[in-house]
């Protein structure tokens, strides 16, 4: 879509080492007063990872020294783990007036196909956006709003609930990730997916995730779906029920252990 919009989309790599948080000294570089918009995700897909407040205050610093605006996708800012603080870069000074704040429903509420989303912007730039939108996808299904109110304004008690059994996966897939020998796995602080390094098989991720689909029977995602910083790491998503959970990993640590040996 940024080439649609005859953008150039330039990629930033993320930092393993600080939970899949942006490498700052590399968005430094890239950015320039040809930058228009900086898209942040977080917490994210595919890493689960959670951008430091440290991280955001040096990234509104970049985006008002260059006078580029700021799209913050939090749409997972309610899936977060062990008490780690999500902090929103509108947060911090002058960040209102150029951050367009993305949300929805199909995470936090499972409304998952009902493509029921919003945006918090300027209002002038809101009027454009209502412009684009009325032309481009016309209306939102009126059942879908209602849904949506009432949603935002009932019981919350479900949403702790389905957070609670989200950590729950969060720590089985990570803990059974970690045992198979060649995976090294980091736990995500937000989301519903992990993001193991798998570099240690030494093929590239898309033919292990194709690998694993024929041999093991299980579906992910090679990193490199996500851009070419995804190479060496697999996405998997654990919003699913513990069984399958286990089952997955038992079938991945099988066959894994048949490609060791073999490169071996």
Known sequence: MIRVAGGKPVPVPL????????DLDALKELVSDRTRMIVLNSPG??????MLSSDLERIAAIAEEHDCWILSDEIYSRLVYDAVSCVS?????????R??????????????????GYGIMPPDLAERVGLLLTHSIGCTATFTQYAGIEALTGPQEQVEKAR???????????????DISGIRCQRPDGAFYVFPNVKAFGKPVDELADYLLEEAGVALLPGTAFGEFGEGFLRLCYATSLRKIN???????????QLGTHAG
Do not use: H
């Not at 089952?247 to 252990?257: N, S, T, W, Y």
């Open 15 to 22: 930092s393993e080492e600080k939970g899949f948080s942006v």
């Open 45 to 50: 897909n595919p890493t689960g990872g959670i």
């Open 89 to 97: 870069i509108v947060n911090f000074p002058g960040m209102k007036e």
């Open 99 to 116: 951050t367009i704040l993305v949300d929805g429903f199909s995470k936090t509420y499972g409304m998952t196909g009902w493509r029921l």
């Open 164 to 178: 609670a059994e989200f950590k729950k996966r969060r720590d089985v897939i990570v803990a059974g990730l970690r």
């Open 247 to 257: 089952e997955a990993l038992d079938r991945i640590a099988q066959v894994l252990k």
